[in-house]
């Protein structure tokens, strides 16, 4: 009992939270505890892939699937405890556009009486497996974060990147959680709004930015700060390559010797470098940047363990200032 006690403790323990909101979840985990004990000896008896099926007992958490654990890690600031999330792409080693999914996703899909997923061909795993699996309790909410931010298949993916789409899933994932769980709804509202508060430094470091470098040249290997940048206000070059690189194409002739040129006649302030997105090409601009000393920006696509979304992005944006800031 004591190993299975210390489990469900660290399972809490493993999300980060800002300290409001890491308080209310203490008290949440105390008073939900005896209900999370039964589904993690459930769990336990069963091995993964049962925990979801535990949790449809009375009292017990919420089953929440995401398939990026940006979306995720969202989920469990605003449930809490009330909620048990699954986060499919979490690796920030691997390229999620090459992703595929196994039938243990599709597990944890029928028991979710939540599912949050990006959309705009991001994961389109995601709606093949939800348009063939069936609600394992007959009530599943889905959260599509392109649908909230009016983007579509062959619009730039990347749409945690924009400042608007976090504040819009959260308040999506408010919603959904207080219609299924009516009894937790006010715990609901006020961790929506501690979240949409802790999101302020990072729209003010984006506006400090704007301020002090709207207009100046970047580049990046591949698309994924593109919204974030739009939003600074910098002047993205070379696109196509970037686009060729997402989707695993060849880029032109053309495109690559303008892409070098930028970066050895130093006609960009910063290299932005998707690190989980490298191949050999993407790997030979960053060199090139090297020698040219035109600083780098490593960006990922998927949120790195120990991080929450806001610290990641504002570990970015700090980065980026740090890079802009060379001469
Ligand atoms: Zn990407």
Redesign the pocket.
């Known amino acids: 009992m004591s190993a299975i006690t210390a489990a469900g403790l660290m399972s809490v323990r493993t999300v980060r939270l800002p300290g409001r909101l890491a308080q209310a979840a203490a008290a949440l985990k105390r008073a939900a505890m005896p209900a999370m004990a039964a589904c993690l000896v459930l769990g336990a008896l069963l091995g993964p892939g049962a925990t979801a099926q535990a949790a449809d007992a009375p009292g017990a958490a919420l089953p929440v699937v995401a398939a990026e654990n940006f979306y995720g890690g969202v989920v469990k600031q605003i449930g809490g405890a009330y909620v048990s999330v699954t986060s499919i792409l979490s690796n920030p080693d691997q ?3 090459l992703f595929e999914a196994s039938p243990k996703t599709a597990r944890a899909l029928q028991h979710a009486r939540l599912v949050v997923y990006n959309g705009a061909d ?1 994961d389109p795993w995601m709606t093949k497996l939800l348009a063939a699996s069936s609600s394992g309790s007959g009530q599943r909410a889905i959260v599509v974060a392109a649908d909230l931010v009016g983007k579509k298949a062959g619009d730039n ?2 749409l945690w990147y924009d400042p608007r789409t976090m504040p819009a899933v959260a308040r999506a994932v408010s919603a959904a959680l207080g219609a299924a769980d009516p009894a937790h709804k006010s715990v609901y509202d006020a961790n929506l709004a501690a979240f949409l508060g802790s999101l302020k430094p990072i729209d003010d470091k984006v506006a400090a930015l704007r301020a002090q470098y709207k207009g100046q040249p970047v580049t990046a290997t ?3 700060f593109g919204y974030m940048s739009d939003a600074i206000g910098l002047d993205m070059r070379n696109l196509r390559f970037q686009m060729a690189a ?1 989707n695993d194409t060849e880029a032109s002739a053309s495109d690559i010797a303008a892409f070098e040129r930028d970066l050895r006649e130093r006609r960009v302030r910063v290299l932005i470098y ?1 690190s ?2 490298t191949e050999t090409l993407t790997r030979r601009m960053l060199g090139l940047a090297q020698q040219s000393k035109v600083p780098a920006l490593s960006v990922t ?1 998927t949120q790195p363990a120990g991080v929450d979304f806001q610290q990641w992005m504002l570990g970015q944006l700090d980065a980026l200032a740090k890079a802009l800031a060379q001469k």
């Open positions: 390229d999620p556009h991001y993916p990347h591949e698309p994924v997402m998707n989980q997105a696509e």
